[in-house]
């Protein structure tokens, strides 16, 4: 791997199989447990809910309530496909002159420019509002 990607990151996710469905996260731990409510009679968005509290449990540093994302979610009796998009967004008083660019590449997951000191990344400044 080359460019932007870290070369100690894992590609792949654990998948789970059961016989109502898959489920697949980064933590063996909480596909599992998404998984079980498969396997118990849960459905899609029961199991997500259930792998996310997980995550937030097993990798507290990137997952878990206060988090964000994307659902796609199709409804059979229907057949009515809804996207969610619940990604974090900035607060409304936001200052951006607060966060300036210092050129290189930020000390993070992303590769976004580096801002000073890292204050989107760690601190008061780096919060975002949970979708």
């Known amino acids: 791997m ?31 447990i998404g998984a079980d409510v498969l396997a118990d009679g849960g459905n899609a968005v029961d199991a997500a809910i259930a792998t996310s509290l997980a995550l937030g449990v097993c990798e507290p540093w990137m997952s878990g309530l206060g988090g964000g994302g994307v659902m796609l979610h199709l409804d059979n009796e229907s057949g009515r496909a809804s996207a969610f998009d619940f990604g974090m967004v900035a607060a409304r008083g936001l200052d951006p002159a607060a966060y300036p660019v210092v050129g290189g590449r930020a000390n993070d997951l992303f590769p976004w420019a580096a801002v000073k000191d890292d204050r989107n990344i760690v601190g008061p400044l780096s919060m975002a509002v949970p979708g």
């Open 2 to 32: 080359s460019g932007a990607f870290a070369v100690n990151q894992r590609l792949t996710k654990h998948a789970i199989c059961t016989k109502r469905g898959v489920v697949s996260a980064q933590n063996h731990k909480a596909a599992t």
